[in-house]
């Protein structure tokens, strides 16, 4: 006996592929394309040029403002950043944690809309923000990033601790214990892995981050980078990127390898 497929089972992918074309239509219908201005060959072909041609004199010259000292600068604005924030976010991971089955629970319904509008922001806003309360440097970095971070690391812990396995907990309080057992005994070491895990993701993303935000004045490798690109100075801005290129993958690999230790 043949089984009658209905309509939206036999053309289902066409529709879904038809939404989708529209949207990519009614999308590039609303920009403006204007073009390349006539210097645009020049710039790429410079550009390419200083990439393969850096200043390789700007790598370490000892004053402080060269490229290994900016990138270290780096390093410690995503580091520091990150490590203040996986602090702050373990409260609010609990805060913002649905342990109930129920879809509606008010402490952590309000916990995720508060996670929710914290990482709302996107860092370099939070720099500009904090640049204008304590000033430029890496200090303004340190904050815009640990601002920024506990959004995102206490959504990812409330959703470690939602994962755990309840019945070591359950057990314990079937033997006596209270609920300050059961979160020092079984809830913290059934997350500790995942959240410093977790953590070491985030310090990858901080770094790239960090990268960008001296661009406003908060520290770091963005600030010469900025005023390389404005005086054209292409040999310079190819030895920074390639500072930046190199210091994100080694980050990412050792990164990585020490998740996989965890995990």
Do not use: C
Not at 68 to 84: E, N
Not at 167 to 195: C, M, Q, S
Not at 218 to 232: D, E
């Amino acid at each position: 006996m043949t089984i009658k497929k209905t309509f939206w089972q036999r053309y289902h992918m066409l529709v879904w592929s038809v939404l989708v074309v529209a949207l990519y239509i009614w999308a590039f219908s609303g920009i403006q394309f204007n073009g390349f201005k006539e210097m645009a060959g020049e710039v790429t072909k410079a550009i390419f040029g200083g990439i393969f041609h850096p200043d390789w004199g700007y790598v370490y010259t000892g004053d402080g403002e060269d490229l290994v000292s900016l990138l270290i600068q780096t390093l410690a604005i995503a580091f520091l950043g990150t490590i203040v924030s996986a602090i702050l976010s373990v409260p609010f991971a609990f805060w913002a944690a649905r342990t109930q089955k129920s879809f509606f629970h008010p402490r952590s319904t309000t916990g995720k809309l508060f996670l929710t509008f914290v990482r709302t922001f996107p860092e370099i806003v939070m720099a500009i923000m904090f640049i204008k309360a304590v000033g430029p440097g890496p200090y303004a970095g340190v904050l815009a990033v640990s601002f920024h971070s506990i959004g995102m690391l206490g959504k990812l812990f409330s959703e470690a601790i939602e994962g755990i396995d309840r019945r070591p907990g359950e057990a314990i309080l079937a033997a006596g214990g209270n609920g300050l057992d059961v979160l020092i005994h079984a809830t913290i070491p059934a997350v500790l892995p995942e959240f410093l895990s977790l953590t070491l993701y985030r310090f990858e993303i901080a770094v790239r981050s960090a990268s960008i935000l001296g661009l406003v004045g908060a520290g770091g490798i963005g600030a010469p980078l900025l005023f390389s690109i404005g005086t054209r100075t292409w040999p310079r801005v190819g030895i920074i990127l390639i500072g930046i290129v190199v210091m994100v993958i080694l980050i990412d690999f050792v990164s990585g390898q020490m998740r996989k230790r965890l995990v």
